[in-house]
């Protein structure tokens, strides 16, 4: 049994991300193994290296030769063997093509490079931009009903701002009508909760977990996905889905596409606008600062991203035998990023536990690295920039009026409710 900490346990991440452990193995083992257990009824697994200084992080995550996004996909548990080729038509469980020269297993007639090229033509900065007016009145009618219908100066930002808040601006920026929208959030919480109590997985025949991301639970988003892209091409719009209908990428690819965006577009912002919202709300210093003009909406968002990443950890897969931070791995071993422990470097970061709004430079890997970086994050950095400003012009200031529920995942930093207590009139610098 090993005396280093666990960080592993999904159930652990309900109180939030383990920052003392993560220390502990930044300082006394960087690459550390990590035993797979069974845990809330999933199997056990052959376990894996942590990953947890900066450096460390941003180099397995750029070495695309070397640790493969291909060879057991990206997430910690391994997929059903029969589910891998699937499961690669996603551009996230792909290789750039400089590194797919290393055997039969990533031989994939998938291009990564190609893909992020036609989806980059579709998620531009300039589609994305245009769509900042709704997401601003967006931002501005949920924020102010749920001021005007906080009982007691209380209410939850979750359930009354932020889930709705990112839903309705990914369906936007897909294409996706009003009326399907409650599908969106249905697949996503399928996905993304699979872990936690309070969303119970699905049962196979032999009475274990099905895999949310198995081809037989993703066959109705794939069939949806099919439908929009017939009905964008009848009548073009100018969103997302639009694009992709009109772009040279066959059905499985476009099916992937949706999964990835519905998925990916959707969780990013809403596991990291909650945590925004309860950093300030935990230092009404740094909230004051904002508030009085002195840091910027800008700098204040790259801060609590790095303070709460949406994202927790990401797996790849050793090509071959080499060394990380003095650790032999093996080909074959899996190895796992942790984002918030590299937030967290004191190597890289000056007093790194300290919410400083105004830091710079703020090099966090919230968004990942190298060839897969998220694709999305001009339009989440716009949502929540939008929100945090609306917020300074309708909200007093706020503190918690209760303890966070947090997602039970070693996955996604997600926050289930956030009860925020307000107290005066609301005013700011862009009031």
Not at 77 to 102: E, G, V
């Amino acid at each position: 049994m090993s005396d280093l900490p666990d960080v592993f346990d999904p159930r652990r991440y309900a109180a939030g991300p383990p920052h003392d452990d993560y220390r502990e193995l930044r300082e006394r083992h960087p690459v550390a193994w990590q035993e797979e257990y069974e845990v809330l009824g999933w199997p056990a697994g052959p376990g894996f290296w942590a990953v947890t200084r900066h450096a460390d992080v941003v180099r397995v995550l750029k070495d695309a030769a070397t640790y493969s996004s291909a060879l057991g996909a990206t997430q910690i548990r391994d997929p059903d063997p029969d589910d891998l080729p699937f499961i690669r038509r996603m551009m996230l469980n792909q290789d750039p093509a400089a590194s797919s020269s290393a055997g039969p297993a990533r031989a994939d007639h998938h291009d990564h490079g190609r893909l992020r090229r036609l989806v980059s033509r579709a998620f531009t900065p300039g589609r994305t931009d245009r769509f900042a007016a709704a997401v601003r009145n967006r931002a501005r009618t949920l924020l102010g009903a749920a001021r005007d219908g906080a009982e007691g100066g209380a209410f939850d930002l979750v359930t009354e701002v932020t889930d709705d808040y990112a839903l309705l601006n990914l369906a936007d920026l897909l294409g996706v009508p009003g009326s399907d929208r409650g599908l969106l959030l249905e697949w996503t919480e399928r996905v993304i909760g699979y872990q936690d109590p309070d969303e119970p997985p699905v049962l196979g025949p032999d009475g274990r977990p099905v895999d949310p991301r198995s081809p037989a639970m993703l066959r109705e988003m794939f069939a949806y996905a099919q439908e929009l892209a017939a009905h964008k091409r009848r009548e073009p719009a100018d969103d997302v889905m639009t694009a992709l209908a009109h772009s040279e990428l066959g059905d499985a690819e476009l099916e992937m596409f949706f999964f990835l965006l519905t998925v990916a577009g959707n969780d990013t912002v809403r596991a990291a606008a909650p945590g925004g919202f309860l950093a300030l709300a935990e230092d009404g210093e740094a909230q004051q600062a904002l508030r009085e003009g002195r840091v910027g909406v800008d700098s204040a968002v790259e801060e609590l991203l790095r303070w709460h990443p949406p994202v927790l950890t990401f797996r790849r897969t050793a090509v071959r035998d080499t060394v990380l931070a003095g650790q032999r791995l093996r080909a074959g071993d899996k190895v796992v990023v942790f984002h918030a422990s590299a937030n967290h470097d004191e190597r890289v970061f000056a007093r790194p536990h300290r919410l400083d709004l105004s830091r710079a430079p703020n090099p966090h890997v919230s968004f990942g690295d190298g060839p897969h970086v998220c694709l999305g994050a001009h339009f989440a950095r716009l949502q929540l920039r939008v929100l945090h400003e609306e917020a300074l012009r309708l909200l007093p200031p706020y503190t918690l009026a209760g303890p966070p529920r947090r997602l039970v995942s070693n996955f996604i930093n997600g926050i289930k409710a956030l009860p925020l207590e307000l107290s005066g009139p609301a005013r700011g610098p862009l009031g």
